[in-house]
């Protein structure tokens, strides 16, 4: 029997899948590069949505193939590695790198591709941003080694595989200090608002795109300030009541801060930066008011200016726009900490909710992290991002009760567009925005109605759009 050649290519794809059936290792990889059949990508930007991109990107990898690579100081699950991170498999049996910087957050999707001449980046940067990432994997020196363990029983494990190998301590760097064969400079990313809402076009530099994802964050407060505010609002009668009646901290009784609370707290000279008497009455006095923000690159801070401080949203200047504080705006009362990264906005809060009495701080992050023993999330304006699904936090964004919600983009530059970097930011995309089946959609996350999914419309699918305007209101849309 004769074979076609279409049917040998199929055949050594089939083939080239099966030699990966176990992880990819830096072994692997080098000798795909030798061979020139190596795909390697570096993406930039968001760090809110680490986790999500991560899992799109493993999603269409081939079954059992997946392995990471991280500068963090100790495995674990992506959105839990720090800033600076590597994913490796198999994609149809070739094998594909993906590098992923997300320290200083969703700017630096655009940055690096922006002249000098724009002046500076939103935290006072210059142009083009230079940024690290992992060492070209198949290079890389990492001296630590463990596992991680997803619980969602993902297409990417099968056959009874249960975990993906994690290599830490990665060595990293800018591309000029590392002086390896990996890509030299971004080539895209994702950002969890456009470029304008930093007050920027980019349609000179690149493409922006939208994903057709909706993504919900909430204010997460420290687990000691969380009982304080609920005695406060009499919700319980004592902090040890809360912790006896309510300690799987349910959404139902948790506290409220609306956004005139918040606000009050995060701009520049706001009125709440003395104590927490104006929300906790007298048991605020005296308690500095500790606040966790990101940097002025980042997604989530861009979101937080525009969803509480109507920044720069608000028509007209300066009327009604207010400015968010920063480090140089605190006080000995006020303590006011940047952080380049979603972890670093956890890690801040479980060191504040662990001093002896300066324990009450607050901050955003997206809800694609869990609440954690440190810090747990609070009503806004009355309604919780998990009310009635803790899960994958989704319920109250899609039905249009929490207000809380911005929508997503990618960004791929002029350099890269027609390379295999953007179809695979393309097939990552499509993976989050219009999966393959509906329960893939990452936590915190929804789908909008201009992405024509086929998944459920109230369930998967949000009722509404802001026709990707973060500035604006949602939109009923059905």
Request: hydrophobic share 40%; proline share 5%; glycine share 12%.
């Amino acid at each position: 029997m004769k074979l076609t050649k279409l049917a040998l290519a199929v055949a050594a794809t089939l083939v080239a899948g099966q030699a990966f059936a176990a992880p990819v290792t830096q072994a692997n990889v080098v000798s795909a590069r030798t061979a020139g059949t190596l795909q390697e990508v570096w993406l930039s930007g968001a760090s809110a949505p680490t986790f999500n991109v991560f899992d799109s990107f493993a999603r269409g990898c081939d079954a059992n193939s997946v392995s990471i690579f991280t500068s963090n100081t100790a495995a674990g699950k992506p959105g839990g590695l720090g800033d600076f991170n590597a994913y490796a498999c198999t994609r149809a049996g070739a094998v594909t790198v993906l590098y992923h910087t997300v320290s200083g957050g969703s700017f630096n999707a655009y940055a690096p591709h922006m002249p000098a001449s724009l002046g500076t980046a939103p935290d006072g940067s210059a142009f083009p941003a230079v940024l690290q990432r992992v060492k070209n994997v198949g290079t890389a020196t990492c001296s630590g080694s463990g596992v991680y363990t997803p619980t969602n029983n993902p297409s990417y494990l099968t056959g009874g595989a249960t975990t993906i190998p994690v290599s830490f301590n990665c060595n990293r760097g800018t591309a000029a200090a590392l002086a390896d064969s990996a890509p030299a400079l971004p080539q895209g990313g994702f950002s969890d608002v456009e470029a304008k809402l930093w007050g920027y076009d980019v349609s000179a530099y690149g493409t922006e795109s939208a994903t057709n994802v909706q993504q919900a964050f909430g204010i997460v407060v420290t687990t000691k300030l969380y009982r304080a505010l609920q005695v406060a609002q009499g919700i319980y009668a004592s902090t040890a009541a809360a912790d006896s009646a309510d300690a799987s901290f349910s959404p139902t009784n948790a506290p409220n801060i609306t956004s005139a609370q918040y606000a009050a707290i995060v701009q520049n000279g706001g009125g709440y930066q003395t104590d927490w008497a104006p929300i906790l009455g007298a048991a605020g006095t005296g308690k500095n008011v500790n606040l966790v923000r990101r940097t002025g690159t980042s997604g989530t801070q861009a979101s937080s200016n525009a969803f509480f401080l109507n920044n720069p949203c608000a028509s007209g200047a300066p009327a009604g726009q207010t400015s968010p504080a920063t480090v140089a705006q605190a006080s000995d009362t006020f303590t006011v900490t940047e952080q380049s990264g979603t972890s670093g906005v956890r890690t801040a809060l479980t060191t504040i909710n662990s001093h002896a009495t300066q324990n009450f701080g607050l901050g955003v992050v997206s809800l694609e992290n869990l609440p954690a023993a440190a810090y747990k999330y609070v009503k806004i304006d009355g309604v919780h991002p998990e009310a009635g699904d803790t899960t994958t936090a989704r319920a109250t964004m899609v039905n249009g009760s929490y207000k809380f919600v911005m929508e997503m983009n990618t960004f791929v530059p002029a350099s890269a567009q027609g390379t295999y970097a953007e179809t695979l930011i393309g097939e990552i995309a499509t993976g989050l925005g219009n999966p393959a089946t509906c329960t893939d959609v990452g936590r915190g996350m929804a789908l909008s109605p201009m992405g024509g999914s086929a998944c459920e419309v109230g369930t998967f699918v949000a009722k509404g759009t802001k026709f990707g305007n973060n500035c604006a209101p949602m939109q009923l849309y059905y």
